[in-house]
């Protein structure tokens, strides 16, 4: 299967806000509301942001949101700060295996 | 709060078989799924597989000839065997809770293997 397509880096002043797409096909992000976002940060292991498309868990700011159109997830990240800047992949459920985007550089300017 | 450590050898000779183990602490390794995922150096991540307490398993199509997960119940730790390793193995492996169809809400700290003679 293919990773999901995600643009290689986007950047942002802080207070503005940015959108990270995740662009999939029919047999992943778009045939099932199981899209998911991690946060990685240098050196650590990722962080769950948004589950189920636009879902928070507990602790998780509400500057992150998530959306979904068609075969195409976004995160949005609002009021952004510098901790924001970190790496950032979606994740998709595909049936019976599961499948991450190829990541996004996140730079805070 | 759940808790999980990666433990096995960081170097693997090519056309080995590597061998890594999750242990579990802070809940019951009888519920959730759980899962193996890898991340190349300087490269995204990868999902390897994962398999639920029953023993039940799904496998990367990419990878499924040469992976086994596995499950012991009594020690409260899952497992992962990959086959026939090359350099292009050469990754930090995260083992992680899934709660659910791609949502790894706990992550171990990674463990680096290297593939190398």
């Known amino acids: 299967q293919s990773a999901l397509t995600q643009p290689r880096s986007v950047s942002g002043s802080p207070g503005q806000s940015v959108t990270i797409s995740c662009t999939g096909t029919?047999?992943?992000?778009?045939?099932?509301?199981?899209v998911s976002w991690y946060q990685q940060h240098p050196g650590k292991a990722p962080k769950l942001m948004i589950y189920?498309?636009?879902k928070r868990p507990s602790g998780v700011p509400d500057r992150f949101s998530g959306s979904k159109s068609g075969n195409t997830a976004s995160l949005t990240i609002s009021g952004l700060q510098a901790e924001d800047e970190a790496d950032y992949y979606c994740c998709s459920y595909a049936g019976s295996y599961v499948v991450f985007g190829g990541g996004t550089k996140l730079t805070v300017l | 709060q759940v808790q999980l450590q990666e433990s096995g050898p960081g170097l693997v000779k090519p056309s080995e078989t590597l061998s890594l183990t999750c242990t579990v602490s802070?809940?019951?390794?009888?519920?959730?799924?759980w899962s193996w995922i890898r991340q190349p150096p300087g490269k995204g991540l990868e999902w390897i597989g994962y398999i639920y307490y029953s023993g039940s398993t799904n496998y990367n199509p990419s990878l499924k000839s040469r992976v086994t997960i596995s499950v012991d119940t009594s020690k409260n730790q899952f497992s992962l065997k990959l086959s026939s390793v090359t350099a292009a193995d050469t990754a930090v492996y995260y083992c992680g809770s899934m709660a659910a169809a791609g949502i790894v809400d706990y992550w171990g700290q990674g463990t680096l293997v290297t593939v190398s003679s």
């Open positions: 029919s047999s992943d992000v778009g045939g099932y509301n199981y």
């Open positions: 802070g809940g019951s390794i009888s519920s959730y799924y």
């Open positions: 189920d498309v636009s």
